[in-house]
């Protein structure tokens, strides 16, 4: 322990950059600084991790594995909506700029595992903030894709061994889509 106080961070500006984040669905072709992306997931690993297990695992995709993904997803689309569908989404994940896939280190105790999960949700989270505030927006994204084990082999995970988290795209946002969320009073109870 050292300080008795929290770091001392400017509480409005660390709200207003939570509240503003936002999922980003279409990026411009600009690839975003490998620096910047390294910062943020240097900032990501800070999440709180129960028994300090620090279960997240970070691959980031170069062309060859994103080249893999994408056929895999339009195998998958093909099967499913055929050959214009999966054309489509081909391209549109071609033009995907930056690709970042967050694995959990499996565990045999499935409190352990839970606990490792929220971990890792929370390292996504800090991710992301940490990109926006750099001017970077993300996506994650958790379709049938990635809960099928070639997805793992094809970004040279180990199934056994990992889970899929999310996959992230991130880039600079073309569009920022608006959002809402719940009145507060909704979704919270005050117990005396
Ligand atoms: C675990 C998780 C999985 C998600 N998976 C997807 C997804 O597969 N596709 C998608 O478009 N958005 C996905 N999202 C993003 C949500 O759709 C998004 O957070 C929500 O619409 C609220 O928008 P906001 O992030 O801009 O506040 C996911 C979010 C989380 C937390």
């Given at each position: 322990m050292?300080?008795?106080?929290?770091?001392?961070?400017?509480?409005?500006?660390?709200?207003?950059?939570?509240?503003?984040?936002?999922?980003?669905?279409?990026?411009?072709?600009?690839?975003?600084?490998?620096?910047?992306?390294?910062?943020?997931?240097?900032?990501?690993?800070?999440?709180?991790n129960h028994h300090r297990t620090e279960p997240w695992r970070f691959t980031l995709l170069g062309p060859q594995a994103i080249a893999r993904?994408?056929?895999?997803?339009?195998?998958f689309v093909r099967a499913k909506n055929g050959d214009a569908a999966a054309?489509?989404?081909?391209?549109?994940?071609?033009?995907?700029?930056?690709?970042?896939?967050?694995?959990?280190?499996?565990?045999?105790?499935?409190?352990?595992?839970?606990?490792?999960y929220a971990a890792c949700c929370c390292a996504v989270q800090n991710f992301a903030l940490a990109l926006?505030?750099?001017?970077?927006?993300?996506?994650?994204?958790?379709?049938?894709?990635?809960?099928?084990?070639?997805?793992?082999?094809?970004?040279?995970?180990?199934?056994?061994r990992e889970f899929c988290v999310g996959l992230v795209w991130y880039g600079y946002a073309a569009a920022i889509p608006a959002q809402t969320r719940k009145p507060l009073a909704d979704v919270l109870r005050d117990v005396d």
């Open positions: 050292s300080a008795a106080e929290p770091a001392g961070a400017d509480a409005a500006a660390v709200t207003t950059l939570i509240r503003a984040r936002r999922t980003v669905h279409e990026f411009t072709a600009r690839r975003p600084p490998h620096a910047l992306v390294l910062e943020a997931l240097d900032a990501a690993r800070w999440a709180p993904v994408i056929d895999l997803n339009t195998e054309a489509n989404k081909r391209a549109r994940w071609q033009a995907v700029p930056g690709w970042l896939v967050v694995t959990c280190v499996r565990s045999d105790d499935p409190v352990r595992e839970r606990e490792d926006w505030a750099a001017g970077i927006g993300s996506k994650w994204s958790t379709g049938a894709l990635t809960r099928d084990p070639r997805f793992l082999t094809a970004i040279e995970a180990d199934a056994a």
